[in-house]
Nanobody
């Protein structure tokens, strides 16, 4: 059974940095053929798209709220995807989820419904 597992969350002061990691394991999961994304859910809010990286081109896509502060990257050989988060703000506090979807979709990377594998999430708390 395919599992995605996030790590790297924690408590950080505003303006600080964190690097989240997501590893995939199990089944016949091949990250090379998957778009990979990060989503987050803040307390009392709906889940929202953060960033995605395409399977073939490694093109990246970002939510406007985090653009120029966060960077998504992938290492297909290691079945890993990362989210480097810099200049963190209080409003970045959330549970962050790694997700994967078939690479053939090629559209609307921000739509969570297209992702068929999800991790359990890792908590990121930004303090003042």
């Amino acid at each position: 059974q395919v599992q995605l597992r996030e790590s790297g969350g924690g408590v950080v002061q505003a303006g600080g940095s964190l690097r989240l990691s997501c590893t995939a394991s199990g089944g016949a999961f091949n990250m090379e053929t998957r778009d990979m994304g990060w989503f987050r859910r803040a307390p009392g809010k709906e889940r929202e798209f953060v960033a995605a990286v395409a399977w073939r081109t490694s093109d990246t896509y970002y939510a406007n709220s985090i653009k120029d502060r966060f960077t998504i990257s992938r290492d297909n050989a290691e079945n890993m995807v990362y989210l480097q988060m810099n200049n963190l703000k209080l409003e970045d506090t959330a549970v962050y989820y790694c997700a994967a979807r078939p690479g053939v979709l090629g559209v609307d990377y921000s739509r969570g419904g297209y992702y068929d594998y999800w991790g359990q999430g890792t908590q990121v708390t930004v303090s003042s």
